[in-house]
């Protein structure tokens, strides 16, 4: 089982559509979550942390499940400008190394008009 | 403005030739990362600093090798060892992998081998 997985894509969705991402992760000590958007040949940047009371920006919400290990990542009213790959990342903790980011393979969104 | 400069954006390397990757931060931060990332892959961890002059193996080191003389500075060299090369490399860096804290990227690298 990879240590982070994501939902596979391309997600096709029109303007307008909700659409929402799944994440599960292995290891049930992991402590710090993020989702990161990657667009087309660009570097990741931070999208959003998840806390596990769950969190909001604007169109945004994303939301930590630690019983079932998973999160979630929730976009609604679908901009064109939303289309991109959207990455799972996760803190693994380390005996005597602190932590150590595991990325998700990453799930494509489209947003067509 | 302060940031994560990687150069160049784009090289070509002829097989069996070692090239080099260049990172640099003004963040402060301590730790610094590089990752590569293969079409449709996740991103995959080459090597890591903690803090200057130390360094450690991520899960795809082979092939590879790193120094980190500066706090500023990570360079990756790629050496002829590394057998399948081509791909986008990203350096990163933040305030340490146990602090939670989230990690920022580079413009990337890409690499091509002819």
């Known amino acids: 089982r990879k240590e982070v997985e994501q939902d596979p894509g391309p997600f096709n969705v029109p303007e307008g559509a909700t659409v929402a991402f799944n994440c599960t992760y292995s290891?049930?000590?992991?402590?710090?979550f993020f989702w990161y958007r990657q667009d087309c040949r660009k570097e990741p940047k931070l999208l959003m942390s998840?806390?596990?009371s769950g969190n909001e920006d604007g169109r945004f919400t994303a939301q930590l499940n630690r019983a079932s290990q998973y999160i979630s990542l929730l976009i609604r009213d679908s901009k064109l400008s939303d289309s991109a790959t959207y990455l799972c990342?996760?803190?693994?903790?380390?005996?005597?190394?602190?932590?150590?980011?595991?990325f998700g393979q990453g799930t494509e969104l489209s947003v067509k008009p | 403005d302060g940031g994560i400069t990687q150069s160049p954006k784009y090289l070509f390397r002829k097989e069996g030739q070692n090239v080099t990757l260049s990172c640099e931060q003004n963040?402060?931060?301590?730790?610094m990362y590089w990752y590569r990332q293969d079409p449709g892959q996740g991103l995959r961890l080459i090597y890591y600093?903690?803090?200057?002059?130390?360094?450690q193996k991520g899960d795809i080191a082979e092939g590879y090798s790193v120094s980190r003389e500066k706090k500023e500075s990570f360079p990756l060299t790629v050496t002829s060892a590394q057998k399948n090369p081509t791909a986008f490399y990203l350096c990163?860096?933040?305030?340490?992998?146990?602090?939670?804290?989230?990690?920022?990227f580079g413009e990337g690298s890409w690499l091509t081998v002819v």
């Open positions: 990342v996760v803190n693994v903790p380390l005996y005597n190394q602190g932590g150590k980011l595991i």
């Open positions: 290891n049930s000590a992991s402590q710090s």
């Open positions: 998840v806390y596990s």
């Open positions: 963040l402060n931060h301590d730790a």
């Open positions: 600093s903690q803090i200057v002059n130390d360094f």
């Open positions: 990163a860096s933040n305030n340490g992998p146990g602090s939670g804290n989230t990690i920022y």
